[in-house]
């Protein structure tokens, strides 16, 4: 474990709790799209396959029971909850998130490391994450004022992905320069996905006012 | 062995 690697989790716990603080808070899931709460609950249950066939750490199982634990019941809120599912901007959020997934998963079946059905899982997953924020920056492109706890979901959750760069980059040159294509190249998509948000979000903060993407 | 190393990260 690395500082960055850490500063990487705790900025990716930090952003759930916002979000599940957000919608505890105030019953409204507006501006949150289902669709990117529902990848994301499919990237940590294919990439936590092995959570309880493999102990690597206390820490490593807690955050992965975390981390699938708020991002199931994030989704469970702004399904099913009487008041939270109200304030979903259904209409609005109509990424078809399948279109994403296949491609990821044929992908996945194309390109991984070994042909088992964990590490093809696993494989999924990471490239699933690269683009399960899609939907989220489009709803927010659509949505026309963006409420600020969403804006920082949305800026630790790209946040986290870059320390994880940061990260690779750091173990490359103290771990014997061990290489890792898939989740870096997927970590550099992902990341640069989020690179106008993070011009928006860093200007609007400059200039204290309110966040707008354009459309 | 290469790819285990990853698996140690969330």
């Not at chain 1, 990821?104 to 079946?109: G, T």
């Not at chain 1, 699933?128 to 600020?148: G, K, Y």
């Amino acid at each position: 474990m690395n500082v960055f690697r850490l500063a990487g989790d705790m900025t990716h716990l930090l952003s759930i709790i916002i979000l599940l603080l957000k919608i505890r808070a105030t019953k409204s899931c507006t501006g949150i799209s289902l669709k990117t709460q529902e990848l994301y609950v499919i990237v940590f249950l294919t990439r936590y396959l092995d959570l309880f066939t493999k102990y690597i750490s206390f820490y490593n199982t807690t955050m992965k029971l975390v981390f699938l634990g708020t991002s199931i019941s994030i989704v469970w809120y702004m399904r099913y909850h009487k008041v939270v599912k109200q304030t979903y901007n259904k209409d609005q959020d109509t990424f078809r998130h399948y279109f994403l997934a296949i491609p990821c998963f044929l992908l996945a079946l194309l390109i991984h490391h070994e042909f088992t059905v964990i590490e093809v899982l696993w494989t999924f997953s990471i490239y699933l994450e690269a683009v399960a924020i899609l939907p989220q920056l489009v709803l927010l492109q659509r949505s026309r004022n963006i409420d600020n706890l969403t804006g920082n979901y949305v800026f630790l959750l790209g946040a986290y992905r870059a320390l994880y760069l940061v990260n690779w980059v750091y173990r490359y040159f103290t771990e014997n320069h061990l290489v890792r294509w898939i989740p870096w190249l997927s970590g550099l998509v992902q990341t640069t996905l989020y690179a106008d948000f993070f011009y928006y979000y860093i200007k609007s903060w400059k200039n204290n006012e309110k966040l707008q993407l354009p459309a | 062995v290469q790819q285990d190393a990853v698996k140690d990260e969330l």
